[in-house]
T-cell receptor, first 114, second 112 residues
Framework: GESVGLHLPTLSVQEGDNSIINCAYS??????FIWYKQESGKGPQFIID?????DKRQGQRVTVLLNKTVKHLSLQIAATQPGDSAVYFC?????????????FGSGTRLQVQP | GVSQNPRHKITKRGQNVTFRCDPI?????LYWYRQTLGQGPEFLIY????????DSGLPNDRFFAVRPEGSVSTLKIQRTERGDSAVYLC????????????FGSGTRLTVV
């Protein structure tokens, strides 16, 4: 089916450490994946995206890794800061169903300890 | 950015509610999602211009959305039920960035 889900609901890290947030997806036809950050009381905010023809993409302090073989996506945040505390969602497209909209996973809450 | 109002709405079960979304002016695509506590946003409906390109996410016929002039959109829920309580998110994207969503802050609906 078409679902995007996460392994852990909460991740707690120390400030300055690196964070890794994981996501599994089931739709092998998904061509495009995005990570979003959502702070309390706000809408999701785009972090980084990756297409299925890539296995790695880097942004500012963030890296997304895509393993199509095991249908796994991860978001790595370097030198995690208190401002990174939020809920992180992965999302993928559903082009095989014709739906031109993203399907979101259930999220991981990142807590950064000072 | 994307503006939504009201920010909060408390209504009694059985009442009708209407939410408004003002997208980014140059964006021609508009999306409504629903988010319950601890879950990711769930797709409801997507507009391209004035027409609903995909309304397959609307849970039943109590939910209805329009975008008559291709900009502002309203989402209406008739005869609300407690299970409709959620945050209703609106997002928009431009013609050249299909999934480059900009989300609004959402409308939190509480049905009592």
């Amino acid at each position: 089916g078409e679902s995007v889900g996460l392994h852990l609901p909460t991740l707690s890290v120390q400030e300055g450490d690196n964070s890794i947030i994981n996501c599994a997806y089931s739709n092998s036809a998904s061509d495009y994946f995005i990570w979003y950050k959502q702070e309390s009381g706000k809408g999701p905010q785009f972090i980084i995206d990756i297409r299925s023809n890539m296995d790695k993409r880097q942004g500012q302090r963030v890296t997304v890794l895509l393993n199509k073989t095991v249908k796994h996506l991860s978001l790595q945040i370097a030198a995690t800061q208190p401002g990174d505390s939020a809920v992180y969602f992965c999302a993928g497209d559903s082009m095989d169903t014709g739906r031109r909209a993203l399907t979101f996973g259930s999220g991981t809450r990142l807590q950064v300890q000072p | 950015g994307v503006s939504q109002n009201p920010r909060h709405k408390i209504t009694k079960r059985g009442q009708n509610v209407t939410f408004r979304c003002d997208p980014i002016s140059e964006h021609n695509r508009l999306y409504w999602y629903r988010q319950t506590l601890g879950q990711g946003p769930e797709f409801l409906i997507y507009f391209q211009g004035t027409g609903a390109a995909d309304d397959s996410g609307l849970p039943n016929d109590r939910f209805f959305a329009v975008r008559p002039e291709g900009s502002v959109s309203t989402l209406k829920i008739q005869r609300t039920e407690r299970g409709d309580s959620a945050v209703y998110l609106c997002a928009s994207s431009s013609w050249d960035s299909l999934y480059g969503y900009t989300f609004g802050s959402g409308t939190r609906l509480t049905v009592v």
